[in-house]
């Protein structure tokens, strides 16, 4: 099973600003990667697959990068609809498919 | 619209059987397949399965193959996820998907209590 690994496990930032967020796999997955978005409450949301595409109708300030065992989630300039967790799912290696554990995206 | 509408909480006992559903609407349901999602409280996501509804192939992670039972009934559009002996672990909200391994659409999800 590949574990993936996200940090920080919390971050601060203010509306604006720009937030990094990473993600680790035990071992390549190439670029089957994706990140989601949940907010409180919600079912999550597909941002990004392929480790770098938009998924339908997500706004261009978020983009993925990364392949092998090392991603990144950049959101450009955060809104006040961005605080929420954020979660990288592998799909190179199944079953089972696995998530990190999360970063959650909070208000400074 | 596409979407994939499930059933409402439930509270049960440990020991009783519980089946859940998710039903799909604005697509045609046989053609992609379901993921079923298990959040713990506080907690992050974890993959149980997926299944196929045409031919009803499924796929469970290790953790959970022998707990849970995934089906399908192509005729009324709607995946289901079966417990026979639930326990307090199973406590959750579960969320349905669609989509074999990247997931655009999610149902809202279903509240499981297990509780004496």
């Known amino acids: 099973e590949i574990v993936m690994t996200q940090s920080p496990g919390t971050l601060s930032v203010s509306p604006g600003e720009r937030a990094t967020l990473s993600c680790r796999a035990s071992q390549s997955v190439s670029d089957k990667l994706a990140w989601y978005q949940q907010r409180p409450g919600q079912a999550p949301r597909l941002l990004i697959y392929d480790a770098s595409t938009r998924a339908t109708g997500i706004p261009d300030r978020f983009s993925g990068s990364g392949s092998g065992t090392e991603f990144t989630l950049t959101i450009s300039s955060l809104q006040s609809e961005d605080f929420a967790v954020y979660y990288c799912q592998q799909y190179k290696n199944w079953p089972p498919l696995t998530f990190g554990g999360g970063t959650k995206v909070e208000f400074k | ?116």
């Open chain 2, 1 to 116: 619209e596409v979407q994939l509408v499930q059933s409402g909480a439930v509270v049960k006992k440990p020991g009783e059987s519980l089946k859940i559903s998710c039903k799909g609407l604005g697509y045609n349901f046989a053609s992609r397949w379901i993921a079923w999602v298990r959040q713990k409280p506080g907690k992050g996501l974890e993959w149980m399965g997926i299944i196929y509804p045409v031919d009803s192939d499924a796929k469970y992670s290790p953790s959970f193959q022998g707990q849970v039972t995934m089906s399908v009934d192509k005729s009324i559009d709607t995946a289901y996820l079966r417990w026979r002996s639930l326990n307090a672990s199973d406590t959750a909200m579960y969320f349905c998907a669609r989509g074999g391994h990247t997931y655009g659409v999610w149902g809202q999800g279903t509240q499981v209590t297990v509780s004496s």
